[in-house]
């Protein structure tokens, strides 16, 4: 059990800033229905799959490099811009700053990866779903602003 603790705890803590966010913003999660979206836009439901997917991966590989003694600054510093990415989008409607504000957390994220590389090659191995992700939520996002700004 505790070997399994650090992961335990870095897996809720991911859940947890994620699970807090939408809870900040469920009452008005209801204007992904209602703005103009590009074609390529999933349906509102694979968000909190996908999300949910990609905090255990998150927690996992923050447990490792944690394990290992590595830097988790900008896992960190991705994981506040990840929790007020929502609130942006979603309680402000700031479709430009929701934008701008994914292009910060996404270099956070390679800046991450970067640097849990140096520690334990898995872990930023565990991250390019993540990357990817917010890469596509980026064109997302961007196309949202595009066709509703």
Same mark, same amino acid.
């Given at each position: 059990?505790?070997? =399994?603790?650090?992961?335990?705890?870095? &897996? %809720? /803590?991911?859940?947890? #800033?994620?699970?807090?966010?939408?809870?900040? #913003?469920?009452?008005?999660?209801?204007?992904?229905?209602?703005?103009?979206?590009?074609? *390529?836009?999933?349906?509102?439901? &694979?968000?909190? /799959?996908?999300?949910?997917?990609?905090?255990?991966?998150?927690?996992?590989?923050?447990?490792?490099?944690? /394990?290992?003694?590595?830097? *988790?600054?900008?896992?960190? &510093?991705? *994981?506040? %811009?990840?929790?007020?990415? =929502?609130?942006?989008?979603?309680?402000?409607?700031?479709? @430009? %700053?929701?934008? !701008?504000? @994914?292009?910060?957390?996404? !270099?956070?994220?390679?800046?991450? !990866?970067?640097?849990?590389?140096? #520690?334990?090659?898995?872990?930023?191995? *565990?991250? !390019?779903?993540?990357?990817?992700?917010? #890469?596509?939520?980026?064109?997302?996002?961007?196309?949202?602003?595009?066709?509703?700004?």
């Amino acid at each position: 059990m505790q070997k =399994a603790k650090p992961y335990i705890i870095s &897996v %809720l /803590i991911a859940l947890a #800033t994620g699970g807090f966010s939408a809870l900040l #913003t469920m009452g008005n999660m209801d204007i992904y229905e209602q703005i103009i979206k590009p074609s *390529l836009a999933p349906p509102a439901i &694979v968000f909190p /799959i996908v999300w949910g997917i990609l905090y255990v991966l998150m927690g996992i590989s923050s447990a490792r490099v944690y /394990i290992k003694g590595g830097n *988790l600054f900008y896992y960190v &510093v991705q *994981l506040i %811009l990840n929790f007020f990415w =929502a609130i942006i989008f979603f309680n402000m409607n700031a479709f @430009l %700053l929701a934008f !701008i504000w @994914l292009v910060i957390m996404w !270099i956070f994220i390679v800046l991450m !990866i970067i640097s849990f590389y140096k #520690t334990d090659k898995l872990s930023a191995y *565990l991250q !390019i779903p993540y990357l990817l992700w917010v #890469t596509f939520a980026g064109w997302l996002t961007f196309m949202v602003y595009m066709l509703n700004g």
